[in-house]
C-alpha cells in the first residue's frame, strides 16, 4: 500500500520516514524495499519477494524494442505482473512485447494474481531458472 500511496503521491518520500519513525524498530520495514515506480500493490509483492530472495530488481523499466517492462531482474529477466483481466488487444500486445523480448535475448517470465498472492516462491524459483539458464534445447 505504501508504494501505491509514494506512486499516486499520496505521501511524499518525508512524511513516509516520519510516520515510520512512529512504527516500533521490531514492526517497521526498511525503507529500501519501498519503490514509488511500483504501479500496483502485487507488482509490489513480486518484487519484494524477489529483493528478498537476494535478487536485483528494478521497477518500470523502458527497453527499447519491447517498451516499459514492470520488473527487470538482474538486467536478464523481465517479469510482467498481469494483476488484471486482458483487455481485448492487450493480449496479443504482451505476446508481441515478449517476443521481442525473447527475440533480443532477454528472459520473460509473466506473472498472474494468483502467482503472486500465493506462489511467490514459484515465481521466485522460475525467476532464478530464467537467470540460471542459457537457451536449453529441448529434442523431440
Known sequence: MIDSAL???LVSERELHAILARVPMC????????DARSESGIESLVRVALVEAGLTCTSQVWIP????????????VIVEVD???WHQGEQSRDYGRDLAA???GLGVVR????????????VVG???????????????
Not at 27 to 34: A, E, G, M
Open 27 to 34: 514492526r517497521r520495514i526498511p525503507t529500501s524495499l519501498f
Open 7 to 9: 506512486y499516486a503521491g
Open 126 to 140: 522460475a525467476v532464478r531458472q530464467a537467470l540460471r539458464r542459457p537457451r536449453v534445447l529441448i529434442e523431440a
Open 65 to 76: 524494442g519491447v517498451g516499459r517492462v514492470d520488473l527487470l531482474v538482474d538486467g536478464r
Open 111 to 122: 506473472v498472474d494474481y494468483t502467482h503472486a498472492m500465493m506462489q511467490a516462491e514459484l
Open 83 to 85: 494483476g488484471r483481466r
Open 102 to 104: 525473447l527475440a533480443s
